[in-house]
T-cell receptor, first 111, second 115 residues
Framework: DAKTTQPNSMESNEEEPVHLPCNHS???????IHWYRQLPSQGPEYVIH???SNVNNRMASLAIAEDRKSSTLILHRATLRDAAVYYC????????????FGKGTKLSVIP | ETGVTQTPRHLVMGMTNKKSLKCEQH?????MYWYKQSAKKPLELMFV???????ENNSVPSRFSPECPNSSHLFLHLHTLQPEDSALYLC??????????????FGNGTRLTVT
């Protein structure tokens, strides 16, 4: 599995954009980059995933570096409900499927 | 409502007790999973079931015994646990465990305390 590095914690003001970085320098060419988040007292929830191109959905955008050694999850306008631990997880697109969760980034949103 | 329901939400048990955790999914998924989340540790995969067959056992002690009677239900039977087994136990499901593209859907977990 590719090793990931994320900041332990970040802070954002409410209604400001948030850029959550992730380094995954050992990622293989077929690994997708998944992001999950875990709100307090809840299980993790899927946010977004991508391979090479930038991706957008209703929750967030994912910007992937051209060399794929890093990616950034973008929340366009942080709300208090976005306060959570965000996990960046490279995972194989084929074969045995297993998410390996790291420690993630704890995002605090300041009103 | 996550689509994956776990009961009970909280459980306190003694080391000599036997209890079971229940998970149910109404998403039509074929695969179900048990994860363990201890304080200050990352989520750990315990078991994977695909079409009711166990496909992964991540070196879990035998005091944890999973059961998957059908693709919608998953149980974790607990007996003679240790205090260090206290953790949040999370159930998840996905359409296909062999594809890295189908996301996991998690329940909100059972907070287990072993006294």
């Amino acid at each position: 599995d590719a090793k990931t590095t994320q900041p332990n914690s970040m802070e954002s003001n409410e209604e400001e954009p948030v850029h959550l970085p992730c380094n995954h320098s050992t990622i293989s060419g077929t690994d997708y980059i998944h992001w999950y988040r875990q709100l307090p007292s809840q299980g993790p929830e899927y946010v977004i995933h991508g391979l090479t191109s930038n991706v957008n959905n209703r929750m967030a955008s994912l910007a992937i570096a051209e060399d794929r050694k890093s990616s950034t999850l973008i929340l366009h306008r942080a709300t208090l409900r976005d306060a959570a631990v965000y996990y960046c997880i490279p995972t194989s697109g084929a074969g045995s499927y297993q998410l390996t969760f790291g420690k993630g980034t704890k995002l605090s949103v300041i009103p | 409502e996550t689509g994956v329901t776990q009961t009970p939400r909280h459980l306190v048990m003694g080391m000599t007790n036997k209890k079971s955790l229940k998970c149910e999914q109404h998403l039509g998924h074929n695969a179900m999973y048990w994860y363990k989340q201890s304080a200050k540790k990352p989520l750990e995969l315990m078991f994977v079931y695909n079409f009711k067959e166990q496909t992964e056992n991540n070196s879990v002690p035998s005091r944890f015994s999973p059961e998957c009677p059908n693709s919608s239900h998953l149980f974790l039977h607990l007996h003679t646990l240790q205090p260090e087994d206290s953790a949040l136990y999370l159930c998840a499901s996905s359409q296909d465990p062999w594809s890295g593209l189908t996301p996991l859907h998690f329940g909100n977990g059972t907070r287990l305390t072993v006294t």
